[in-house]
């Protein structure tokens, strides 16, 4: 029987591979994403866009019953819609701080409870929530987006002591920084929000750090990492990748809170 696969965020980046891999080794992907004419690139016989907005939970719903009606069952959720707000604490906006949970957070939550109806019934299913690195760390001027993928990783651990018995699986695949446009609309929208001259250095520093992002790896290596998984009869429980990711969270293990927040400073250099 063929594998049914949904995938949010599909238009571009990790969720674009995502569903072309899955495509490629024989799911039927639901590939999810705002932009229409993006989804339609990626049109193919075992791709099937569905355009929608994560924070529309009727869209979601009906989305799901679509895919019910049409193919009967559903084996993969691949949640990794999502975008980064940067900015300090102070200055952004309480709206832009509820718009980026109601995005990284909430439009996760509503494909879960829309999809495990479904994998209770059926008594199998792999839910896939992409948090990042920040999920376990977090640094100046990332506050709100890593608190974003701290709930995300919180919830996830919640969720699979909630349903390992009933035959779905939960994983976590945290991502570093990968070549993708994440940094540039990252940036576009910290453009967006006024700071005052004291926090120059903090965005600065940013920028310092996300600078490496053209010669990260490619998007392809979190999409082959997401295959594994929900291939495997016994999934990660949590997998971050690449390099960057497992060393800082040991980095922060290791040092401690307060020699990792002078090593973060030293590098970003505030």
Request: proline share 5%; charged share 20%; glycine share 8%.
């Amino acid at each position: 029987m063929q594998r049914i696969a949904l995938v949010t965020g599909a238009s571009s980046g990790i969720g674009r591979a995502t569903a072309g891999l899955l495509a490629q080794q024989g799911f039927y992907v639901f590939a999810m994403a705002r932009r229409e004419e993006r989804l339609e690139q990626i049109r193919s016989d075992n791709i099937e866009p569905l355009p929608l907005d994560v924070t529309d939970i009727a869209a979601v719903n009906a989305a799901v019953a679509h895919v019910i009606a049409t193919k009967g069952r559903i084996d993969v959720l691949v949640n990794n819609a999502g975008y980064g707000q940067l900015g300090t604490l102070e200055c952004v906006s309480v709206e832009a701080a509820h718009r980026q949970f109601e995005v990284n957070v909430f439009g996760y939550a509503h494909f879960i409870q829309a999809v495990l109806p479904h994998m209770r019934e059926q008594r199998s299913g792999c839910i896939v929530n992409v948090s990042s690195v920040l999920g376990k760390i977090s640094l100046p001027g990332f506050g709100w987006y890593a608190a974003s993928k701290h709930a995300v990783e919180a919830l996830s651990e919640s969720l699979r002591g909630e349903v390992k018995a009933l035959g779905i699986d939960v994983v976590v695949i945290a991502p570093g920084l990968i070549k993708t446009e994440f940094a540039e609309k990252e940036f576009a929208l910290l453009e967006t929000v006024q700071h005052p001259p004291v926090y120059r250095k903090i965005l600065d520093g940013l920028r310092r750090l996300l600078a490496g992002e053209p010669q990260a790896p490619g998007p392809e290596i979190i999409a082959n990492a997401i295959l594994k998984a929900v291939t495997r009869s016994i999934p990660p429980v949590r997998h971050a990748l690449p390099w960057d990711s497992k060393a800082a969270v040991i980095s922060r293990w290791l040092l401690g809170a307060r020699l990792f927040a002078w090593a973060v400073r030293k590098q970003m250099r505030i």
